[in-house]
């Protein structure tokens, strides 16, 4: 099957990505924010910097490959978090109903008429810029999405026989949630998480491109596209190298999602 | 500005302080005489007398108007009105530095702002200048015609226009391109590759503004013990700097004054790069050990100032001095400056005009701002057309591309033409969408220099904008419209219709056709909301003058009047949007009935 190996293959590379920037330090002779003044704006295939350097002299490839970090930790993360907070309050809204379900769709209805980009934006210049913000900022916008997804699905499911069932025999309301309705919903979440993260990844790097997410001297790939943007007559290859690489991270991240989803057959 | 109004007295290029409106000025005690000029006229006609320099003041020195400009000329108590062109300025001690601190001081058409307030000035500016305002689109340009009665003859260029365009590289294009006459601003690395252009001149002048960072002692810590600010001093190797970042286009400067002021002092030596010495210093003030220190930076205020600033905490570092280095929209740094909320180092540009100036900055009031003197909603009403405009044709161009790939890949699953269909619209999806944005103006502007590189001029302007937003969208709609006819023609009725024996033609384009596009109908509007006002990169890298670039501006800037304002009008047109699509749902689809 052609779409399986893709998946698979999307998921090898992601699996590569990550190991690369686990082992960082061991993959490049340079920290990241190291270089000379005097060794800036080399072009790729130059004597030591492969890829170049940028224009503080900083070698490229250990830029991409710590920025690596960055794009993976914000991906995960905020889709981790967005998703089990999303995913709790969808299911105790679905199933509990009354007063609390009507607050909580009332705020999904209401997120979701903004762009997602603009309410990250003001949230992360409202936060201040550094990691840990970002990943909050990315969370507070993007949870709405498993709780929509979540909430429609206890709806349907809360009126099944087992659920029934459960209740007669007197479980709790904690108990139904997350030990009968819980596993029902998780594999559409998982499916909705891996598309997420690629929207994710590169929603931090827009933020960091405008100058509201990750600080410098650590790496973003955003961050990067940003700076390379000044020297795109001089030493266009920041800029394409480090949006390459947040093109085939997402590709990667999506051709998997894809996968995924056709495998759990939504 | 300086083309439209004009001031008492002007500095030249070399420094020198020269009459300009006025004739003559004269000192004593504590007054000025000052005789102005006879036969200049405002554009509006109007003869520039003494009256009328003297409301121009007098609406100054009004503190119910709070004009920002009142600290240029702080210790004025009066002006009176001697004869036709003669006034008298009092000041509260002798002033012999008036002549210069007027200088800023612009002089407007009383007649436009006596009874309607400064602000009236910005839809009607009247001064004597060369030039007067023909047309002004707020960020994007700016049109000056000549003013035939300007007092000094009518100046030689007819027209001048001014185009906003912020991204450095995009303005260069401009200029190679033969778009622009004239930008300011050459990066340093870049002077060699312009010069290379023969139709293409630079010319250098020496700068007066100096660029520092400056030190928080407001603030109990570290850099109250004289030893570590010494430290940081000798840790710096400033010409290292000016050297590579700068390309050698920057002299050093040991104090706040440059070369072209009286008081400018050669003798002053600034410190020697010393690392050692450095430690040295921060070992007897008790951080052997280092100490870290925030470090505050704006970005692309000053020429290479996001460069230097790291570099500046690259070579503090090597010292043992860590900081949290943090970048900031100038907006905001300004915001931070005021509030006091800028902690231990933070770098910045002193402009050293004049003493007068110098007293402005000590003032440490910045003038109000021209953002804020504006109904928010208004602004904002004022960009809405040109997102929509970009949003509309962006959405019209996917539709156009999107659904017949879309219905094409489904009707042939499993052909070359669904995969090449799938595997470019997940390419698609997956690009960051100002990378996209940024490799077109590489290839299409910078390179081959077929298109602008951005603003909103003709119709070759809208070509990467609106391909940039239609790529992601279009991607969209290939993979919903594919998924959504591959469902209608796996359902019973597909069968019932091709098991009548019907064209394979008609059952995809009379019965499946018509259901499968229903869920296109929600993409379009929802799609066109989104573009809309979340098309914040794309307008932002291409200066299109529309609501997402104006949100990220006003987010900067601290402008939440703004803010609120778009966030208000976006969620007024996705409810719109919402309600357009339940009509047309109702209109064509017969089933659908609204109570």
Redesign the interface.
Known sequence: MRSDAAGILSLAVLGLLVMAALAAPLLTPYHYNEGSVTERLLPPFSPGHVLGTDALGRDLLTRIIYGSRVSLLVGAASVLLAGTIGTVIGLLSGYLGGRFDRMVTRIIDAQLSFPFMILALTLAALLGPSLRNVIITLVVSSWVIYARLVRGQVLEEREREYVQAARALGASTARVTFRHLLPNVVPNVIVLASLEVGRMIIAEASISFLGYGIQPPLPSWGKMVAEGKDYLFTAWWISALSGAAIGLTTLCANLAGDWLRDRVGR | MRNVYESLFFRTTDGELVPWLAESGDFSGNQWTIRLRQGITFHSGAELTAEAVKANLDYILDPDNAAGTQTLIPDVTGVEVVDTYTLRITTAEPNPDLAAQLTDVLIADPSVFAEAGAEALNENPVGTGPYRVERWQRDTELVLAAYEGYWQGRPAIDRVIFRVIP???AR??ALLNGEVDLVPGV?P??IA?IEADPAVRIEEVPGRQVIYVGMNLMRPGPLSDRRVRQALNYAVDAD??ID??LEGHATRNAAGLTAINAAYDPAIEPYRHDPERARQLLAEAGYAGGLTLDFHTP?GRYLKD??AA??L??QLEAVGIRT????H?WG?FLEMARSHTITDLYLIGLSDRTFAARRLVLHGDFGTSLRQSESALARVLEVAPNSLILAGLAVLVSLLIGVPTGVLAAVRRGSWID?AAVAAA??L???????VA??M??VFS?RLHWLPTGGMRGPESYVMPVAALAFLTTARFVRLVRSSVLDELGSDYTRTARSKGLAERVVVFKHVLRNALNPVITMTTLQL??LF??S??TE?VFAWPGL?RL??DS??YRDYPV?LA??TV??AT??VLNLVTDVIYAVINPVVRYE
């Open positions: 991204d450095t590289q260069l294009a990066p690395e870049m590759q290292l700097i590579t970042i970005q996001y460069e790291q570099e905490a690259r949290n280095l943090q970048t929209e905001t995969r997940t390419l999806q997956s690009m960051p969408n100002f990378w940024l490799m103006i590489l910078v909301g989104t006002g979340g914040v990169v932002t997402g949100m990220v987010i900067g803010v778009s966030v976006i969620g996705f409810a």
